[in-house]
T-cell receptor, first 113, second 114 residues
């Protein structure tokens, strides 16, 4: 069966420090991968999605970037964190093609101080 | 305005009561997904609806999609404390560049008092 992992689970970082959040999927190949941010435990905002290695699409302009160095690995990064980057970050995957259910990881809570 | 509106924003019910959460789209849906989330955790997939008029049930939770494929409801019968959490609807819209992306509603916080 497929599983999705995220780490770290919680992170407290000072303003201006770099960020690297990792997401990996097991038990499937060539998944579509997604990064979401959830503020105040409510709706999700799609940040990035990827349909293949090295293919990244950004949904909103921001201080963050994403990379997909391997088929089942998705990384969210920042060179210098802002206070507004605080939130709950969720990674999700779906199998191609369009219309399949997205399955979510456990999330990473980021607090920027 | 929001592409996907979810209501109510929060709901407090007594254990054993029925409740309904609504999700309305400003345009025709390709698919509608319901998720549940415990605070600080990932989303758990509940059900997916794709056909107009479709209805699915799992245990005491029933989800429906209207014929026009723009509105969905999630109904919980005889609520229990284990039903408490945040319920989110996610909408997929057909299109060549959709790539399986979902647009989410703002969520409904459900509290069930014993």
């Amino acid at each position: 069966s497929q599983t999705i992992h995220q780490w770290p689970a919680t992170l407290v970082q000072p303003v201006g420090s770099p960020l690297s959040l990792e997401c990996t999927v097991e038990g499937t190949s060539n998944p579509n991968l997604y990064w979401y941010r959830q503020a105040a435990g409510r709706g999700l905002q799609l940040l990035f999605y990827s349909v293949g290695i090295g293919q990244i699409s950004s949904e909103v302009p921001q201080n963050l970037s994403a990379s997909r160095p391997q088929d089942r690995q998705f990384i969210l990064s920042s060179k210098k964190l802002l206070l507004s980057d605080s939130g709950f970050y969720l990674c999700a995957w779906t199998s191609s093609p369009v219309g399949e259910t997205q399955y979510f990881g456990p999330g990473t809570r980021l607090l920027v101080l | 305005s929001q592409e996907l509106e979810q209501s109510p924003q929060s709901l407090i019910v007594q254990e054993g009561k029925n409740l309904t959460i609504n999700c309305t789209s400003s345009k025709t849906l390709y698919g509608l997904y319901w998720y549940k989330q415990k605070y600080g955790e990932g989303l758990i997939f509940l059900m997916m609806l794709q056909k107009g008029g479709e209805e699915k049930s799992h245990e005491k939770i029933t989800a429906k999609l209207d014929e026009k494929k723009q509105q969905s409801s999630l109904h919980i019968t005889a609520s229990q404390p284990s039903h408490a959490g945040i319920y989110l609807c996610g909408a997929g819209y057909a299109g060549g560049t959709s790539y399986g992306k979902l647009t989410f509603g703002q969520g409904t916080i459900l509290t069930v008092h014993p």
